[in-house]
C-alpha cells in the first residue's frame, strides 16, 4: 500500500513537498516514482529515483523539484520549488515490482 501526502494549495513560486510511505519492508529495493495529472491531461512522470539513489527527471520539472527516499522511513519524497499553475493536478507515487501499484493521489493546487 502507498500512501501519499503533503498537497495543498500553493502560490506561484512557493513551494511544498509531498511523500509517499509504503507498506512493505522491501522498500529498499523498490524503485520509485511520481507521476503528476493535470486537470483533463493525461498522467506523467515527473521523478524517479532508484533503489541506489539514481534520480531522474521530466524536462519541466527538472531544477525546480527534487525527489528523495528514506529507506528507514519506507517513504519517498518529492521536494516542488518555484510552483507554478502548470504544476496543478493530482500527484501519484508509483512502483512496479512484477505489478504497477499506485497510491490514492494528493492535489496540489497552484494559484498564480
Known amino acids: 500500500q502507498l500512501q501519499a501526502s503533503g498537497g495543498g494549495l500553493a502560490q506561484a513560486g512557493e513551494s511544498l513537498t509531498l511523500s509517499c510511505t509504503v507498506s512493505?519492508?522491501?522498500?529498499?529495493?523498490?524503485?520509485m516514482n511520481w507521476y503528476h495529472q493535470a486537470p483533463g491531461k493525461q498522467r506523467d512522470l515527473v521523478a524517479s529515483?532508484?533503489?541506489?539513489?539514481?534520480?531522474n527527471y521530466a524536462d519541466s520539472v527538472k531544477g525546480r523539484f527534487a525527489i528523495s527516499r528514506s529507506d528507514a522511513k519506507k517513504t519517498v519524497y518529492l521536494q516542488m520549488n518555484s510552483l507554478n499553475a502548470t504544476d496543478t493536478g493530482v500527484y501519484y507515487c508509483?512502483?512496479?515490482?512484477?505489478?504497477?501499484?499506485w497510491g490514492r493521489g494528493t492535489l496540489v493546487t497552484v494559484s498564480s
Open positions: 529515483i532508484s533503489s541506489d539513489g539514481r534520480e
Open positions: 508509483h512502483l512496479r515490482w512484477y505489478r504497477d501499484y
Open positions: 512493505s519492508n522491501m522498500f529498499s529495493r523498490y524503485n
